[in-house]
């Protein structure tokens, strides 16, 4: 009887055990954990039209503000300074500079046929993908696929040109997985939208990354589409037509595990999960520099060279003491000027004289203005003066020193100072066109006195004013 | 060995004498930000404008600031500064700072800053028109030495300010070019007719008048079409501000002359212009110019006339006879 119920017990297990081979049970996929796709920028693809005035030519170009079709960029917000566009369909351009938010400057010329009315403009965003996860069960020998959203015409999702509803496959992404325990990858394997074995679901790129080994449960995957060079990778979108500007734009992508022989149009993967990827506008970090200009003068040494000529007093930034002079006799000081301005337009400096070298403390008398060798020169004519005897007077000369300002006068011609005394305008010494950068000049001073000059001290003052240019 | 070391000391002596030397003690340096403020106001309308004031001298400075009016300017956006001209409008402006004041010394540590805080307040009964002013800052000296002899210097440091008192947003602007043309020498010209050669660089020249009584700004292009009227070059203007009743020299984006350097493709009738666009009104000058090959038709003639020349010499040679 014991043994009656022995058998029929092991009758029963044996039952068991044939059905569970011939009718294996169910398994429910489960989720894949801390999954992520994280691009190397989320940077958007560039979309838009070349718009009148730009010309073959020129650097200058500009863009349409109004979206149509496919051609969504309607704002150089998107773009860069050093960014390489397609402009026109096949060259392509660096960006040198963005004017404003329609306009940029290239730094080579426009070719004929790449300026005309909506022709387009182009920047292909070339991010890597690097898809991370977790496992959920071991699946030994089989491959994991991830799914990247697509344009639903399998044509226009593989063209190469940025789309603005989903990532362009670019002819030949790279994709591969990093091996881990239980997982040995072999090289992926990309399929465009559309191509075999990737139809279903439909509208999305598949890449699959199959493996051997046993698989694991938990088990840290990384898997990449392209490469951080940007030498194979898919292209990001560009924006949707329906997204509002500074917003990003989010797309769904897929990753499943399937058992080696699976078909992945139509089996169920073993494990999945859905997540999203978001591109947006790069942001174009600016700074603002205020405008100003910077003006110096400072003294120069006795014995120093200047103008052609060695000092023979040694000045400060604000006086030129000439000292005790000699009978026709010349006496060259210096001084040095330096401006600097960030302001387009440019700088000007300008001088005048109060009165002439004057005598106050006694009965008025002067050191006159010099006219130099041939009595032609004045507050605004130069002329040369190399000769002291016979020609006495206060007179300058100007050289520069570093970074090309305009100068008036220049060595070996000399004029003296307007002067305020006589109601003449300020003269301008120094000035340059367009932003001026530490520009330098010497401004040299000479004097002469005869022996009809009453003795006495001498002295006038001399204004120097720096102004921008408007 | 005593002769290197004779010829180096030599060496650095002349070097020593001959490089300029720049006293390093007391300097003068001063900024000021900004260089220039344009204003648009209304009349019974208040703004106020801070500006920096850097002193970037090794010394402590004591300075005066000060506003002086002007009304004229160069063809290159400088004032005419006259410190003695004065205006009935100058008491628009004030200081709103508590210890400084306009013709009052006041003084900023080495290496430091100060803000002038300058508010302009016009009132409802002002006349609409443009007023210009420089607000500048002098160093400031009270004291006379008796025994000096030279020039004592003062050193002014200035910012504009081109304000416009008008009851619209855009008045009314009158914009002239005058004498854009090609520079002399690169062309011929035959009436209102200019040749050149295909490809020689040319340079042009042109100024703009303001015959309006407010400022405006020199915002456009420079363009060559040629004779099928499609462009073959663009160039931006120098956006610059031009006050009323005066004369500025257009030039091109970097400060340069306008220059157009036609290819070999550039044969034929061209159209060259200059466009100014202002808020509420346009300006265009036009110049005509036909290109063709000069120099190349001048080398192709030269070498016809020396390989016919070698020709004629080869053919009169005698022949030897037998």
Not at chain 1, 259 to 267: E, F, K
Not at chain 2, 168 to 187: N, S, W
Not at chain 2, 201 to 218: H, M, Q, S, Y
Not at chain 2, 270 to 290: F, R, V
Request: charged share 15%; with cysteine; net charge negative.
């Amino acid at each position: 009887m014991k043994n009656r119920h022995v058998l029929q017990c092991v009758f029963a297990l044996t039952l068991v055990l044939i059905s569970s081979f011939l009718y294996p049970s169910f398994s429910f996929a489960a989720n894949l954990t801390v999954a992520k796709d994280t691009l190397q920028s989320s940077r958007m693809s560039f979309s838009g039209r070349v718009k009148s005035p730009t010309i073959a030519g020129s650097t200058h170009v500009w863009i349409y503000t109004t979206a149509a079709t496919v051609f969504t960029s309607i704002s150089t917000a998107g773009l860069k300074p050093g960014d390489s566009l397609i402009i026109g369909g096949t060259n392509s351009y660096t960006i040198a500079s963005i004017i404003d938010d329609d306009e940029f400057t290239t730094t080579t010329v426009l070719a004929a046929g790449d300026a005309d009315d909506t022709d387009v403009i182009y920047f292909k965003s070339l991010p890597q993908h690097v898809i991370t996860f977790k496992t959920a069960s071991a699946v030994p020998a089989g491959f994991f696929r991830v799914l990247i959203p697509a344009d639903s015409t399998p044509a226009t999702a593989n063209n190469g040109i940025p789309d603005i509803t989903g990532f362009d496959f670019n002819t030949t992404p790279a994709a591969a997985g990093t091996n881990t325990t239980g997982y040995t990858f072999s090289t992926g394997v990309a399929t465009a939208s559309g191509g075999t074995g990737c139809t279903s679901p439909a509208n999305y790129h598949c890449f699959e990354y199959h493996y051997i080994g046993a698989g694991g449960i938990g088990t840290n995957i990384t898997l990449s589409i392209g490469n951080t060079a940007g030498s194979a990778n898919i292209i990001a979108p560009a924006p949707s037509a329906s997204r509002v500007a500074n917003t990003a734009d989010a797309y769904t992508f897929k990753i499943q595990n399937f058992t080696n022989t699976s078909n992945p149009n139509s089996a169920t993967p073993t494990d999945d999960v859905t997540g999203k990827v978001a591109v947006i506008e790069s942001v174009r970090v600016t700074a603002t520099v205020d405008p100003s200009i910077t003006f110096k003068i400072e003294g120069v040494n006795s014995g120093a060279s200047a103008c052609s000529l060695t000092t023979d007093v040694t000045t400060t930034n604000a006086s030129v003491p000439f000292g005790v002079m000699a009978l026709d006799t010349f006496k060259a000081a210096a001084q040095l000027l330096t401006v600097s301005t960030n302001a387009v337009s440019g700088y000007v400096v300008t001088a005048i004289e109060n009165s002439r070298l004057s005598n106050l403390a006694t009965s008025p008398s002067y050191i006159p203005d010099t006219t130099c060798d041939n009595n032609l020169c004045d507050f605004d004519t130069p002329d040369t003066w190399a000769t002291a005897a016979n020609n006495a007077g206060f007179g300058y000369t100007l050289a520069v020193v570093a970074n090309a300002p305009t100068i008036a006068p220049t060595a070996p011609n000399y004029q003296h100072f307007p002067s305020l005394a006589d109601l003449e305008s300020p003269f301008q010494i120094m000035s340059n066109t367009t932003i001026a950068s530490s520009q330098q000049a010497h401004v040299c001073y000479k004097l002469s006195v005869d022996a009809t000059q009453p003795a006495g001290n001498y002295e006038n003052q001399i204004t120097y004013t720096a102004t921008a240019s408007f | 060995m005593t002769k290197k070391i004779f010829i180096t000391t030599l060496c650095l002596i002349t070097f020593a004498i001959l490089l300029p030397k720049h006293v390093s003690a007391a300097n003068y340096g001063m900024s000021i930000s900004p260089p220039l403020l344009r204003v648009h106001i209304k009349p019974g309308k208040s703004i106020t404008q801070v500006y920096k004031i850097e002193n970037l001298s090794n010394n402590d400075k004591t300075l005066v600031a000060a506003i002086v009016p002007f009304t004229e300017s160069d063809n290159f956006g400088n004032p005419v500064l006259n410190p003695k001209t004065t205006a009935p409008w100058l008491s628009y402006f004030s200081l709103a700072n508590s210890e400084i004041k306009f013709n009052k010394p006041f003084s900023i540590p080495a290496g430091s800053s100060e803000q002038l805080i300058l508010s302009l307040s016009v009132p409802e009964t002002a006349p609409l028109k443009d007023i210009y002013v420089t607000l500048i800052v002098s160093t400031y000296e009270n004291s006379l030495d008796q025994t000096f002899q030279g020039s004592a210097l003062r050193a002014t440091i200035g910012s504009n300010l081109l304000i416009t008192i008008s009851s619209q947003a855009y008045p009314d602007t009158i914009l002239r070019i005058e004498g854009f043309y090609p520079a002399k020498g690169a062309v011929i010209r035959i009436g209102n007719l200019y040749f050149a050669d295909s490809i020689t660089p040319l340079k042009f020249t042109a100024t703009v008048t303001n015959e309006g009584n407010f400022a405006a700004e020199t915002k456009g292009v420079f363009r060559v079409v040629s004779g099928k009227n499609k462009p073959v070059y663009l160039e931006g203007i120098l956006p610059v501000n031009i006050i009323a009743k005066s004369q500025r020299q257009l030039l091109n984006t970097n400060g340069d002359t306008f220059e157009f350097s036609p290819s070999l493709g550039n044969i034929g009738p061209h159209q060259l212009s200059l466009e100014i666009k202002t808020d509420n009104s346009n300006t265009t000058s036009t110049i005509d110019i036909i290109f063709f090959p000069l120099k190349l038709s001048l080398g192709l003639l030269i070498s016809l006339l020396i390989i016919i020349s070698i020709i004629k010499i080869t053919s009169k040679t005698p022949e030897k006879s037998t």
